[in-house]
């Protein structure tokens, strides 16, 4: 059974950064994607990041690109999410989610992954 436990979530101020960290159990592939979406409150869930578990390629929303780092340490199935200069309108819950079987034909949509991690708060004030 794949689970995704997330955690490093926390309240900071903007400019500050958080680190958050995605534990993977059950699920050791290459050919998937592993990626990081996010909810702010009254809002849809929304796409910020993924990397391919089978090589370096990685993917931003524009809203964070130059800001977040995604990374992923494969000896300690453990996916990154290093989040810098955050804003108050990175203020949301964030959830970490794997797409199995894409061989690097990593998507944005939610409905393109099939395993999701229960997520941690981020809380970015003014």
């Known amino acids: 059974q794949v689970q995704l436990v997330e955690s490093g979530g926390g309240s900071v101020q903007a400019g500050g950064s958080l680190r958050l960290s995605c534990v993977v159990s059950g699920y050791t592939s290459s050919s998937g994607c592993m990626g990081w979406f996010h909810q702010a409150p009254g809002k849809g869930l929304d796409w910020v990041s993924t990397?391919?578990?089978?090589?370096?390629?990685?993917y931003y929303a524009d809203s964070v690109k130059g800001r977040f780092t995604i990374s992923l340490d494969n000896a300690k199935n453990t996916l990154y999410l290093q989040m810098n200069s955050l804003k108050p309108e990175d203020t949301a819950m964030y959830y970490c989610?794997?797409?199995?079987?894409?061989?690097?034909?990593?998507?944005?949509?939610?409905?393109?992954?099939?395993?999701w991690g229960r997520g941690t708060q981020v809380t970015v004030s003014s």
């Open positions: 990397i391919w578990s089978g090589g370096d390629d990685t």
């Open positions: 989610a794997v797409a199995v079987g894409r061989y690097g034909a990593c998507g944005t949509a939610p409905n393109e992954y099939n395993y």
